[in-house]
């Protein structure tokens, strides 16, 4: 902690009192922003090696990096892409056209704002946080619905409005899980609900809220449009989906989106279910020692374990049909957490459980 500190004294003694706030925090926002570019990048190596391994064949292992075989592969991609030419139909809205991939990674990026990081580190440690989140979350399917639209072409077209209900649908159960979490926590703050789960392991939301859970991150993988819900890009009869007139950087944004957002939704995940940043051996540990102190350490290694399983189901299951999509959304999804909201508006009347305390 010390270090920083004194690069905040530094820093303020080059430029005046009242600028140090805000340059420091533009450097943490684009410290913050680098590594999540870098982490999507390698994760996209994680998820070739890990569907390799699973499917007993060997993933990337052509271009090295610092002598490892393959770790040079994301960077590889990135230099194709960018010296690929971008293609803009000849009767496409030009201006939609490009505007639509950012539109799809701009929010995604927008929501690590209220991310709390640490105890008492977030960028806006705002008390609606979590509606904060959901408007975010809820404004890339107009990325995607441009793409397809001012495309002029009818399969992308039918790949957006394919997607978009797909999105729609999920966001539905996705935000009725996240009232569970308010209900349990009390509070619309990030940084609140990770501290409502104090006290170790079976103290945190996944032990009540399971349902919701299990709701929350099939969403989340349906909001994503990853495998088994992939149908916008992998169904033959609309070729590539909505970003099928897409090339170069333009494809490239669109693919940076998707990533982000996984890493997005198993860091809120792990927010949400499984105590953030707090240590699993919190409560158990005196309060001082190193191992029960909360940390991004704990954040870090937690998301890891969501961001895994991301590339374990699509390995493992089979793409659905669109059929089949919207009828677990419509009609496994919510019914799920609509019952189980009642269930633990019971345990909240009743006092059982974590509500215990608030008699």
């Known amino acids: 902690m010390w270090q920083w500190d004194g690069f905040r004294s530094w820093l303020s003694g080059l430029i005046s009192v009242y600028w140090a706030t805000p340059v420091l925090i533009a450097i943490q926002i684009l410290l913050v922003t680098v590594c999540l570019i870098l982490t999507m990048a390698f994760y996209t ?24 075989p393959g770790f040079g592969q994301p960077f590889a991609d990135v230099i194709k892409l960018m010296f690929k030419e971008v293609v803009v139909p000849t009767d496409a809205n030009r201006f939609l056209f490009r505007l639509a ?9 927008a929501i690590w704002a209220v991310i709390p990081f640490a105890p008492e580190h977030a960028f806006a440690n705002i008390d609606a946080g979590l509606l904060y989140v959901l408007a975010l979350t809820s404004m890339g399917v107009y990325g995607i619905i441009l793409a397809g639209w001012s495309a002029n072409s ?16 999920y966001e539905i159960a996705m935000g009725f899980a996240m009232v569970g979490v308010l209900m349990a926590a009390g509070s619309l703050n990030l940084g609140a609900i990770v501290q409502a789960q104090h006290g170790g392991p079976l103290s945190w939301n996944w032990s ?30 609309i ?21 982000v957002n996984m890493i997005l939704i198993s860091t809120l995940t792990v927010i949400f279910f499984f105590g953030g940043w707090l240590s699993p051996l919190d409560g158990y540990l005196p309060e001082d020692s190193l191992l029960a102190a909360p940390g991004f350490f704990w954040l870090g290694i937690k998301t890891l374990v969501p961001m895994f399983v991301f590339l374990w189901v699509r390995a493992t299951f089979p793409r659905y ?18 019952v189980w909201l009642l269930v633990e508006m019971a345990m909240v009347y009743a006092h059982v459980g974590p509500w215990a305390r608030m008699r």
Not at 101 to 109: K, R
Not at 154 to 166: D, I, P, V
Not at 208 to 217: H, K, T
Not at 239 to 246: L, W
């Open 45 to 68: 190596l994680a998820e070739r090696r890990v569907i390799g391994a699973i499917q007993s064949r060997r993933g990337p292992n052509r271009v090295n990096l610092l002598g490892l």
């Open 101 to 109: 991939p950012f539109l799809a990674l701009v929010p995604s990026l």
């Open 154 to 169: 009818k399969y992308a077209f039918l790949g957006a409005m394919r997607s978009a209900a797909q999105i729609v649908a």
């Open 208 to 237: 009540w809220l399971f349902p919701l859970l299990i709701v929350y991150f099939i969403s989340g993988i349906a909001e994503t449009n990853r495998a088994p819900f992939d149908v916008a890009e992998g169904e033959s009869e």
């Open 239 to 259: 070729v590539a989906g909505f970003h099928v007139d897409y090339s170069g950087m333009g494809f490239a944004l669109f693919f940076i989106a998707e990533y």
């Open 321 to 338: 049909r669109y059929d089949q999509i919207m009828r677990l959304g419509w009609k496994a999804l919510i019914p799920v957490t609509l």
